[in-house]
């Protein structure tokens, strides 16, 4: 099992640009495929952006493609989400989470280990 503590969230106003971090508990992080969903309550967790074991391989949303970078630091066991030109819309609780094979996926069921969600909320 993998502990993931996310920070770096908070208010910003539309436009700004916001990085997320995820620290990674555990010698097999950098064994793992890492994905960062959102959630607004009472909707479904959506899919933000993915990478793989050793950071060469990435996916992003639709909505995120272009304006987010997804990166990982695996000497330091750590999960980067960096977000630009945020959108009132992306206001939600951000999670980070780790699939237990190298390979992206953009299901949430393919994840096993979750943190426990950051705020982030962008104002108009």
């Known amino acids: 099992q993998v502990r993931l503590v996310e920070s770096g969230g908070g208010l910003v106003q539309a436009g700004d640009s916001l990085t997320l971090a995820c620290a990674a508990s555990?010698?097999?992080?950098?064994?793992?495929?890492m994905g960062w969903f959102r959630q607004v309550p009472g909707n479904q967790r959506m899919f933000v952006a993915t990478i793989n074991h050793l950071g060469g391989t990435t996916f992003y949303s639709h909505s995120a493609e272009g304006r987010f970078t997804i990166s990982r630091d695996n000497n330091k066991n750590i999960l980067y989400l960096q977000m630009n030109n945020l959108k009132p819309e992306e206001t939600a609780v951000y999670y980070c989470?780790?699939?237990?094979?190298?390979?992206?996926?953009?299901?949430?069921?393919?994840?096993?280990?979750w943190g426990r969600g950051i705020q982030v909320t962008v104002s108009s």
């Open positions: 989470a780790a699939r237990r094979v190298p390979t992206i996926g953009v299901r949430s069921d393919l994840y096993a280990d």
């Open positions: 555990g010698r097999t992080f950098s064994a793992y495929a």
